[in-house]
């Protein structure tokens, strides 16, 4: 099989002991492109396989540009393109500005976390290759994953799977992409 075709290598373990065991050894061999499974949320796991979130800056850099465009669009409009005197106050008068700038920062943020969260996800995803695994689908009820993906820059075809083997899981699959 080429390394085209394959998305990468899964371990099936019966336990969450030998699932955190698994990750810890497959985290100090040195890879980083893997993930974990289990039907339920194993807290050691967070701890093993910390990431990094990048939807926060993201949510914030969405803000400024929301508060951003309701200041220049605000100034525009009432100081240059439809200037209107109104009982004698300024054109600029910023105190009016704070309310429309207050909602186009959290339309802004709020749009950019709904966006941002599924493309992080990398949603949709109409069909993920673990499905390609049949027993796969018994991770909702009592069996726990490891996938070692084939984009991890330490992947070997040769290596990876004996690697796997060698951290005692009830079966290794190979996971085919589609």
């Known amino acids: 099989m080429t390394l085209s075709v394959l998305y990468g290598y899964a371990a099936e373990f019966e336990d969450p002991g030998k699932l ?33 979130n990048p939807l926060p800056p993201l949510v914030f850099f969405g803000g400024l540009t929301g508060t951003a465009t309701a200041w220049v669009m605000q100034w525009y409009i009432a100081g240059i393109d439809f200037p209107t005197n109104i009982g004698g106050r300024p054109l600029y008068s910023w ?6 700038t207050f909602e186009l920062t959290v339309l802004f943020a709020s749009v950019t976390a709904f966006f ?8 949709p995803c109409l069909h993920h290759p ?4 049949r027993q796969f689908a018994r991770v909702t009820n009592d069996r726990f994953f490891l996938c070692i993906e084939s984009r991890d820059r330490k992947f070997s075809i040769d290596t990876t799977a004996d690697f796997l083997a060698k951290l005692e899981p009830m079966k290794v699959w190979e996971i085919e992409r589609e």
């Open 95 to 100: 105190p009016s500005f704070v309310p429309i």
């Open 130 to 133: 673990v499905f390609n695994v």
């Open 20 to 52: 955190v065991e698994a990750a810890r050894a497959t985290l100090e061999a040195g890879y980083r492109k893997f993930e974990t499974y289990s039907p339920y949320p194993i807290k050691e796991l967070d701890e093993i396989m910390p990431g990094i």
């Open 116 to 123: 941002g969260a599924l493309a992080l996800a990398g949603l």
